[in-house]
C-alpha cells in the first residue's frame, strides 16, 4: 500500500452534476497528478500540480479543473457531468515534478475513485 | 493512434506457468520505461522501471527487458500465481513530466 490515499472510493452522479474528488499525497511529496482510466484503457493525463500551480495539463476541457493546497493534497472538479466522464480517477504523487534522473519509481498512485454518470 | 502499444490484450494461463507480455512503443524522446500491475479497481504498482542504457531488470518473478532501439519492451511473468491475475501496464516517458500508458495487458491466471 503507498501512502496516497483518496475519496470518495464511489461516487454516483447525474448529467450536468457536479464533483470534486479528493486526493493526500505521500508524505514528502509535493507533486501531484490526475489521471482518467475508462473501462479497459490505461490512464489518461488529465493534470499536474506542483506547489499549489498547475505544472501541465493533457487534452482535458476547461470543466476539468483542479487545486493544490499548501499540504499538497489535492482536488480534481470536474463540472457540467457527462456520461463519458464514467471512469475510475486516479491520483499519483511524486517528490518532483520530473524525476527525469532517477532510476526508481517514486510516483505512486493511489486506489482511485470509481465515478459513475448516470 | 496510442504511442504505446500492448499486446495481447488479454491472456489466461495456468498456475505455475510462464508468461510474456509485450510494449511496443513510439514515444520520442525517451527517458525511461516502466511496467505497472493494476489490481481490479485499484491504482497502478510500479513493478520496474528502465532507463535508455538498461537491457533487463527484475523484481522477484517479473522481469522486464527493454530495446530502445525497436522501442521494444517485454515483461515476462516466472512461475505465475494466482495472486499475478490483473491488468499489466506499460508506461513510457519523455524527457519531460509527460507519460504515455499502455491500454495494459489482463492476465487471468487459473489454477
Known amino acids: 500500500e503507498t501512502g496516497v490515499t483518496q475519496s470518495p472510493t464511489h461516487l454516483i452522479k447525474t448529467r450536468g452534476q457536479q464533483v470534486t474528488l479528493r486526493c493526500s499525497s505521500q508524505?514528502?511529496?509535493?507533486?501531484v497528478s490526475w489521471y482518467q482510466q475508462a473501462l479497459g484503457q490505461g490512464p489518461q493525463f488529465i493534470f499536474q500540480?506542483?506547489?499549489?500551480?498547475?505544472?501541465g495539463r493533457g487534452n482535458f476541457p476547461p470543466r476539468f479543473s483542479g487545486l493544490q493546497f499548501p499540504n499538497y493534497s489535492s482536488e480534481l472538479n470536474v463540472n457540467a457531468l457527462e456520461l463519458d466522464d464514467s471512469a475510475l480517477y486516479l491520483c499519483?504523487?511524486?517528490?518532483?515534478?520530473?524525476?527525469?534522473?532517477?532510476?526508481?519509481?517514486?510516483?505512486?498512485f493511489g486506489p482511485g475513485t470509481r465515478l459513475t454518470v448516470l | 493512434k496510442n504511442q504505446v502499444e500492448q499486446s495481447p490484450q488479454s491472456l489466461i494461463i495456468l498456475e505455475g506457468k510462464n508468461c510474456t507480455l509485450q510494449?511496443?512503443?513510439?514515444?520520442?524522446?525517451?527517458?525511461?520505461l516502466r511496467w505497472y500491475k493494476q489490481d481490479t479497481g485499484r491504482g497502478p504498482v510500479s513493478l520496474t522501471i528502465?532507463?535508455?542504457?538498461?537491457n533487463t531488470k527484475s523484481n522477484g518473478r517479473y522481469t522486464a527487458t527493454l530495446d530502445a532501439d525497436t522501442k521494444q519492451s517485454s515483461l515476462h511473468i516466472t512461475a505465475s500465481q494466482l495472486s499475478d491475475s490483473a491488468s499489466y501496464i506499460c508506461?513510457?516517458?519523455?524527457?519531460?513530466?509527460?507519460?504515455?500508458f499502455g491500454a495494459g495487458t489482463t492476465v487471468t491466471v487459473r489454477a
Open positions: 510494449c511496443n512503443y513510439t514515444v520520442s524522446p525517451f527517458s525511461n
Open positions: 500540480y506542483y506547489r499549489e500551480e498547475e505544472n
Open positions: 508524505s514528502g511529496h509535493n507533486t
Open positions: 499519483a504523487s511524486s517528490p518532483t515534478p520530473n524525476d527525469l534522473y532517477l532510476t526508481t519509481d517514486t510516483q505512486y
Open positions: 528502465m532507463t535508455f542504457s538498461e
Open positions: 508506461v513510457v516517458r519523455r524527457n519531460d513530466y509527460k507519460l504515455s
